[in-house]
Every structure is written in structure tokens, then in C-alpha cells.
């Protein structure tokens, strides 16, 4: 099946060899129908199907900093993902000004997704086919999360560093809240591109803002580096009584503050903490945790500018980019190679 047949041929079912393509050479793959397993007619390279994943080789190579990325998260998604929230009332906003409209009957890639909860919320809304890829254990909670949707999503332990997705085979490519933890932004954004349907295709960022955000990245730095040595749990517990202090500056300053002369805006990380961080229709507590434990965990955090992004971008060859700075701390990217792309569906 060529690339255009995966995208217009909307009752056959999509296969692995319609996604992949060899990560050593690039070359087509085919399938081995009793164990599932890819190979490369080219090169000889296996691609192991265990347990419902294909899993590419070396998923964390690279340097060390890299690799702990990896894991922190992939621990991390295992031991929570039962008890964090479905970013239902998140997701939509956070990636403005698309609609839900747009990725129906759509072939997308989830990049960096985690245990799936975003890869789920774009088969709700009718995706035809989502290739879930993460570079962390965390796919394995992604297998148990998505199992109701198994005929719709195929899983893949990748590095997005080197992603092995065949080359204009995708009509959305989503990476959000990643890309400014892989420490190669323009590479990634050049995977992507490749990716994607030379034609009309799009690609959905959030990333953290440099915009807003100098000084939280500066105490974020200093923290991480303070709780170094005192081991995952101990780290988690440090997100506990950072969610306590942030919970008490929220309801006990903040909160009367605008109410009294009507603020928000003006106070640092208002909007941010009342409209969203506290409000339970976006987030739960152990959504908080998780977040905060993210931060001091995570060995690569980035941020970028809206310069930076639109210039990245072009240089991918998108013609259309939509930026919104969401909550005036992130930027919410939607980008085409369509220049007449609205985004809406």
C-alpha cells in the first residue's frame, strides 16, 4: 500500500508496513503474520512485536541526560496514569485555534505520548488510525489505557530523535508538551516534516514559552538541581509540598486579591494558577504532582520563543503557522504545509 492509499482509502485497515519504514536503512518492511515481527528485506533488521508494541532498536541512545529523560518518565506514567485525569477540558485549548472537527478520519502520530491519554481524546473524536510513539516504558500503560481502541492504534517504542515512520504517510503529526524535553528541537521538527503528507500536511505543537516564563526557569533549574540526589520518592514528596504552597498562595492570596480589585492578569502566574492549575476541571492532584514532579526530574527542559518557532518551522518547509500564547505561558502551534489550512477540520 502506498503513502496516498493509507490516507484515501478509508475502510481498508491500516498495517505496520503501511507505517514503518527500517530505522537502519530505511528500507519497506514486511510483516511475519505468526509473530508479528518486522523485517527488512534490505539490511535484515528485525522490529520485535512484544505484548501488542513494536519496539525499535536503541530507544534511548544518545547521552546521558537523554536517557534519564526517558526513564523518569516512563517510571513515572506507570506507577500514576490510573489516577490522573483524561485533559478532556485541556487538550482543545491548549492547541488553539484547532477544532476537534480536524482529525477525523485522520492517520496521526501521538509523538512522545506517554500512556495515550491525548492518542484516546483523538479517537474520540474520530481519528481513523493513531501511531501512539514514546521512547519511555510508559508504553506500556499506554497498551493497558488504549486496549479499548486496539483496532485503531498501533504502539511503537521509538526515539523521535530518529522516528522510524515512512515518509509522507501521516496527515497530522501531534507533539505536545515534548517537544522541549528532547533537546534537539529542529531535528525533531525536521522528523516530523518528513513525515508528513507533503501536501496538506499538519503538525500540532505545545511547548513551553520563553515569553513569560525567565524566571520560573531559572527557580526551576535551581530546584532541580536541589533535589538531585534525594531519589524519585523523595522528589515526589517535594511535589507535595510544592503543591501545598502554590495551593495556599492560589485560595489564600491570590484568590481574595482579585477579588477585591480584580487583578488576575496582573499577578505573576494568576491566570495560570486560578483559571487552570486550581481548577479541577483541568487537573487533579495527582496531575499536579506528576507535573511538578516532571520539573524536578526531568534532566531537559527547554523553552522557546515565538521567533525561534515560526523560524524553525519555515525552515521545515510549513507555509501556514498559527501561534498562540496560551495562558502567557506556552505557546499552542498549529502548522501546514497547505497554505489555506484553517485548522478547523
Excluded at 527488512?40 to 528485525?46: D, E, N, R, V, Y
Excluded at 501521516?170 to 534537539?184: N, Y
Aim: with cysteine; proline share 3%.
Amino acid at each position: 500500500m502506498n503513502q496516498t492509499s493509507v490516507r484515501s482509502t478509508l475502510q481498508a485497515p491500516i498495517g505496520p508496513t503501511d507505517l514503518f519504514v527500517c530505522p537502519r536503512c530505511g528500507g519497506d518492511l514486511d510483516e511475519n503474520r505468526a509473530s508479528g515481527n518486522l523485517s527488512c528485506g534490505g539490511c535484515g533488521t528485525i522490529i520485535r512485536f512484544e505484548n501488542g508494541i513494536y519496539v525499535f532498536e536503541a530507544v534511548v541512545s544518545g547521552d546521558y541526560d537523554i536517557k534519564k529523560t526517558i526513564s523518569a518518565f516512563g517510571r513515572r506514567w506507570n506507577a500514576v496514569f490510573k489516577r490522573m485525569g483524561a485533559l478532556t477540558e485541556f487538550f482543545l485549548p491548549s492547541i488553539q485555534p484547532v477544532r476537534k472537527e480536524l482529525f477525523r478520519d485522520k492517520v496521526i502520530v501521538d509523538g512522545g505520548g506517554g500512556f495515550g491519554r491525548l492518542s484516546k481524546l483523538m479517537l474520540d473524536y474520530g481519528a481513523r488510525h493513531v501511531v501512539l510513539v514514546d521512547a519511555s516504558d510508559g508504553v506500556y500503560a499506554a497498551r493497558e489505557y488504549l486496549a479499548p481502541y486496539r483496532d485503531r492504534v498501533t504502539i511503537v517504542r521509538a526515539n523521535l530523535l530518529n522516528p522510524p515512520l515512512k515518509v509522507g504517510a501521516f496527515d497530522i503529526f501531534l507533539c505536545h508538551g515534548v517537544l522541549h524535553h528532547t533537546g534537539a528541537p529542529r531535528r525533531v521538527l525536521g522528523n516530523i516534516a518528513r513525515a508528513l503528507d507533503p501536501a496538506r500536511g499538519i503538525t500540532i505543537l505545545w511547548v513551553y514559552a520563553k515569553e513569560g516564563n525567565r524566571l520560573l526557569a531559572r527557580l526551576i533549574a535551581t530546584a532541580r538541581t536541589a533535589c538531585a540526589s534525594i531519589g524519585d520518592k523523595g522528589r515526589w514528596m517535594v511535589a507535595s509540598v510544592v503543591d501545598f504552597l502554590f495551593w495556599v498562595l492560589t485560595n489564600a492570596v491570590y484568590r481574595p486579591l482579585d477579588r477585591l480589585f480584580g487583578i488576575k492578569g496582573k499577578l505573576y502566574y494568576g491566570e495560570y494558577f486560578m483559571d487552570f492549575l486550581y481548577d479541577s476541571a483541568f487537573n487533579n492532584r495527582v496531575d499536579r504532582l506528576q507535573m511538578y514532579h516532571d520539573f524536578l526530574t526531568t534532566r531537559i527542559v527547554e523553552y522557546y520563543s515565538r521567533n525561534e518557532l515560526e523560524a524553525w518551522l519555515r525552515a521545515a518547509g510549513f507555509k501556514k503557522i498559527s501561534l498562540h500564547f496560551y495562558r502567557r505561558q506556552s505557546w499552542s502551534v498549529a502548522a501546514s504545509f497547505d497554505p489555506d489550512e484553517n485548522f478547523s477540520g
